[in-house]
């Protein structure tokens, strides 16, 4: 199984500053078919379901704010917000979809230093 | 509305047996993959089990396997998880999500299943 370690566990921000995190991946979720990276970030705040922000580690869901953006590839990725907004406090979860069976990352909780 | 709503949870003994449902609406069940992921109180996500549009095809990760069966009724727009010897560390709240090559962009608010004697 592919392990997905998240660091850090969490992080407090003051608002309007940037939040990145990091997602490690125990093998490449690269395929080489398509040449994208299997790999989504998930928010998911109290009480609530997660939702899904970014996918092929780059791409933004639909309604996404644009503060909110993935980079990396391979083995190597990251969450940044480039100015936290008191609404993005939550957990975020990465999840490599490259094979079954799918894992995620042990979440990061995001504060408001 | 576009929507995903489970039930079924609640707490059960050591070995016991629960069946969770998912109900979805607004949108063409049968063209989409679904899939359960589970999370047990303070922990991360887990991915539990796939199942393709017709149901023919199927997926677990290893913990659940011989154990949990993902079905669905393309009839009823209902997926279903039908869980048997249930163990402590099945302890989580179950979410249903529609699933998409490049994730899960529905999720229903989850059913509780609590496994305790």
């Known amino acids: 199984d592919i392990v997905m370690t998240q660091s850090p566990d969490s992080l407090a921000v003051s608002l309007g500053e940037r939040a990145t995190i990091n997602c490690k991946s125990s093998?490449?979720?690269?395929?080489?078919?398509?040449?994208?990276?299997?790999l989504g970030w998930y928010q998911q705040k109290p009480g609530q379901p997660p939702k899904l922000l970014i996918y092929?580690?780059?791409t933004r869901q639909s309604g996404v704010p644009d503060r909110f953006s993935g980079s990396g590839s391979r083995t190597d990725f990251t969450l940044t917000i480039s100015s936290l907004q008191a609404e993005d406090v939550a957990v975020y979860h990465c999840?490599?979809?490259?094979?079954?069976?799918?894992?995620f990352g042990q979440g990061t909780k995001l504060e408001i230093k | 509305e576009v929507q995903l709503v489970e039930s079924g949870g609640g707490l059960v003994q050591p070995g016991g047996s629960l069946r969770l449902s998912c109900v979805a609406s607004?949108?063409?069940?049968?063209?989409?993959?679904m899939t359960w992921v589970r999370q047990a109180p303070g922990k991360g996500l887990e991915w539990v089990a796939n199942?393709?549009?017709?149901?023919?095809?199927?997926n677990y990760v290893d913990s659940v396997k011989g154990r949990f069966t993902i079905s669905r009724d393309n009839a009823k727009e209902s997926l279903y998880l039908q869980m048997n010897s249930l163990r402590v560390e099945d302890t989580a709240v179950y979410y249903c999500?529609?699933?998409?090559?490049?994730?899960?962009?529905?999720w229903g608010q989850g059913t509780l299943v609590t496994v305790s004697s």
């Open positions: 999500a529609r699933t998409l090559l490049e994730g899960y962009d529905l």
């Open positions: 199942t393709e549009g017709s149901g023919s095809a199927k």
């Open positions: 092929w580690a780059s």
């Open positions: 093998q490449s979720v690269l395929h080489s078919s398509d040449n994208r990276n299997y």
């Open positions: 607004g949108f063409t069940f049968s063209s989409y993959w």
């Open positions: 999840m490599q979809y490259y094979s079954i069976p799918y894992t």
